[in-house]
């Protein structure tokens, strides 16, 4: 089937990298790099896990690439086909059962998260990668239950835990039920702290909201991808809160390191092997 997919990709007419429409798959070879706003051929890019050749600034991956990127190889999936259920009947510019509808068939996915077993250099994990394309990576009901069960899942088979944040934090369409979400996982990560078991937080970019707020500065180790935006809230709402212009970088990766919120700020491309040896550090060679 890819095939042909990539014949089509590959005989699209040139979309003009502006356009914004960076969302339709087969849109065009080209994009600008908004690190150092150069043309690239988008396969260039692609093929490089979206990290810049030319100034490596870090562009945002899918969840599924980022897996593909962290871990060994084959790896498992779990609760794939859990959805939400819309328990509020919620409407805004229009129904959220209906947004959800169209989102799970642009990304294939049933939710904004993808939990996974698998190895790391030959070490066992537990891995949940977030998808920043649906619905902005927000955390509701779904992505909640499958932390969770990720972290139970940890403690049963005596397995670190990696959770690569990017999300916009709370689904707002679920309401209480998406902030409850917050208490339920840091309530299974003490339990996984109780156990031992080590898990480490990779913020990328965007982590704010609820999801820094809970899970993603909940780390043994938090670590960020370079210029990623991490925050609660946004800067706007801040400056008129506090009624001070906030300082250059705020809430970026490098502004967060340097102000101890933060363990270390890794290239993507050296996570894995970052990853491999924190662990190592936590649990001793891999039997
Ligand atoms: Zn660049």
């Known amino acids: 089937m890819s095939w042909f997919k990539r014949e089509n990709v590959g005989s699209e007419k040139m979309a003009k990298p502006e356009n914004g429409e960076r969302r339709v798959k087969t849109e065009g070879l080209w994009l600008k790099c908004e690190g150092c706003r150069e043309i690239i051929w988008k396969k260039d890019l692609e093929a490089n896990y979206n990290v810049c050749p030319k100034c490596g600034a870090n562009s945002r991956i899918e969840a599924l690439t980022r897996l593909e990127l962290l871990l060994d190889g084959a790896y498992k999936q779990f609760d794939a086909d859990l959805a939400s259920s819309d328990p509020l009947e919620f409407v805004d510019q229009r129904p959220y059962s209906e947004r959800l509808a169209t989102t799970q068939e642009a990304t294939s996915l049933a939710d904004a998260l993808i939990s996974a077993e698998g190895t790391i250099e030959g070490r066992k994990v537990q891995m949940c990668?977030?998808?920043?394309?649906?619905?902005?990576?927000?955390?509701?009901?779904?992505?909640?239950?499958?932390?969770?069960?990720?972290?139970e899942r940890s403690m049963a088979q005596k397995m670190p835990l990696v959770i690569i944040s990017a999300s916009g934090g709370a689904r707002m369409?679920?309401?209480?039920?998406?902030?409850?979400?917050?208490?339920?996982?840091?309530?299974?990560?003490?339990?996984?702290?109780?156990?031992?078991?080590?898990?480490?937080?990779?913020?990328?970019d965007p982590t704010?909201?609820?999801?820094?707020?809970?899970?993603a500065m909940l780390g043994d180790l938090n670590i960020a991808e370079?210029?990623?935006?991490?925050?609660?809230?946004?800067?706007?709402?801040?400056?008129?809160?506090?009624?001070?212009?906030?300082?250059?970088?705020?809430?970026?990766?490098?502004?967060?390191?340097?102000?101890?919120?933060?363990?270390?700020?890794?290239?993507?491309?050296?996570?894995?092997?970052?990853?491999?040896?924190?662990?190592?550090f936590f649990c001793g060679p891999v039997q």
């Open 226 to 280: 370079p210029g990623a935006l991490i925050g609660f809230a946004g800067p706007r709402v801040i400056e008129q809160t506090i009624r001070q212009k906030l300082p250059e970088g705020f809430q970026r990766s490098e502004f967060l390191l340097k102000h101890g919120m933060l363990d270390a700020v890794v290239a993507r491309l050296e996570l894995k092997t970052y990853i491999s040896k924190a662990l190592t």
């Open 208 to 215: 704010t909201g609820g999801v820094t707020a809970s899970l």
């Open 129 to 151: 990668a977030m998808e920043p394309k649906f619905i902005g990576g927000s955390m509701g009901s779904v992505m909640g239950e499958k932390i969770t069960r990720a972290i």
């Open 173 to 204: 369409q679920e309401g209480a039920i998406s902030l409850m979400q917050m208490a339920k996982i840091s309530a299974a990560l003490m339990r996984l702290d109780e156990a031992r078991i080590p898990y480490i937080s990779v913020l990328t």
